[in-house]
């Protein structure tokens, strides 16, 4: 596995920070727990292989900034892109479950806060549409791209990514794990935000919390605030291609860091797809 030489990778700000441990060891970054410049702070530290990856570090940095007022985002003390380097403010909360609070209240908040996003003006930066991010994929597993499950992933969303909705400021990778409970509600890791279809945030929070018909349609609720149904038929074929989509991401890391490959777990999703499609 790369060594990240984090000391190296930290050496301009070497005197102002303290690594007090690491979090996290994931297949594209580390997580540590730091102080910088006495502020309790997070640090993320990219590995190499991640620039191959569809995001944009300095376009993420970019988008926390053009988001800020929303406060619905850490606040970043440092950033160097070029070093893949990120630090934000540490924030005192728990990830998101729903031991948290009473699960029609959290479940309240989430819609809430996500169409203050969805509504938000865009940030006048160049924001990328989800679809550059399936495009750059679609590069990277250009080899795979004979296999069933992944044209398949490919073909559904060409078929649904347009419909006439129009696009809005989306965060895009709303898994239960970049949603944190503090004061308020906080997004994390917003590597992949930019342009998309309402309906995939909406879908991808559905999936990852698990949530029944009526918490569906009780997120939707505080989303839309009008009193309308949820397009289930639509919704579902949005949540069936984010699984496409972890199977993109899957074989992408399988692909970058060879070293991940047993833990991704691949076979099991293709099953499940399988069974789904």
Known sequence: MEALNLSKRIESISSEIEIIKKLKTGPVSEIYLCTLRNIKAVLRVDYSWASFLPFDRNREIRIIHGVE?????????????????LIWRYIEGVEFNFISGSRADLITGLGMNLIKLHQSKLPDIDIASFKTFIAAYEILLQEESKETLINKGFKLYNDICEDGTDYVLSHNDLNKSNLL?????????????????????????????????????????????????????????????????????????????????????ISALEKKLSLLS
């Open 181 to 265: 409970i503090g004061d308020k509600f906080y997004f994390l890791d917003w590597e992949y935000a930019g342009l998309n279809h309402p309906y995939f945030d909406i879908a991808t929070l559905c999936h990852s919390l698990n949530l029944s018909d009526e918490n569906t349609q009780l997120l939707w609720n505080a989303y839309s605030n009008d009193g309308s149904l949820i397009d289930v038929k639509k919704l579902d074929q949005w949540i069936l291609f984010i699984q496409y989509l972890d199977l993109f991401w899957r074989k992408s890391i399988e692909k970058l860091a060879p070293i991940y490959k047993d833990k991704m777990d």
């Open 69 to 85: 007022h929303l406060e619905l985002a850490p606040k970043i003390l440092y950033h160097d892109a070029s070093n893949g380097v």
